[in-house]
């Protein structure tokens, strides 16, 4: 089991740049494949980025393709996403979710993730 927690969520202008953290709890973090999605008022949750096992692997919404980076350091127990060159668009709620019994090819499902963080807001002004 792994419990995790957001951080790094604020305000930027159009342009700006921030980095998201998502800290898990758990000996076993190097297991779960994690992927963010993100919200926005009145919009369904959708898939954002994903990074495999070991991190060798990556996925990314077309939407934030080139934008955002997704990383993580397993000995830390953290997964990082980098997001450059803001949009307002970006304004939402960003969540990190993990889980180890799925398969990678269901990385973009909602329901392909067993845990989830509380989120973090993320507003991106024009």
């Known amino acids: 089991q792994v419990q995790l927690v957001e951080s790094g969520g604020g305000l930027v202008q159009t342009g700006g740049s921030l980095r998201l953290s998502c800290a898990a709890s758990g000996r076993t973090f190097s297991n779960y494949f994690i992927g963010w999605f993100r919200q926005a008022p009145g919009k369904e949750r959708e898939f954002v980025a994903a990074i495999s096992w070991g991190g060798g692997t990556t996925d990314y919404a077309d939407s934030v393709q080139g934008r955002f980076t997704i990383s993580r350091e397993n000995a830390q127990n953290m997964v990082y996403l980098q997001m450059n060159s803001l949009k307002p668009e970006d304004t939402a709620a960003y969540y990190c979710?993990?889980?180890?019994?799925?398969?990678?090819?269901?990385?973009?499902?909602?329901?392909?993730?067993?845990?989830w963080g509380q989120g973090t807001q993320v507003t991106v002004s024009s």
């Open positions: 979710a993990g889980d180890h019994h799925t398969t990678w090819g269901r990385r973009r499902l909602e329901n392909a993730y067993d845990y």
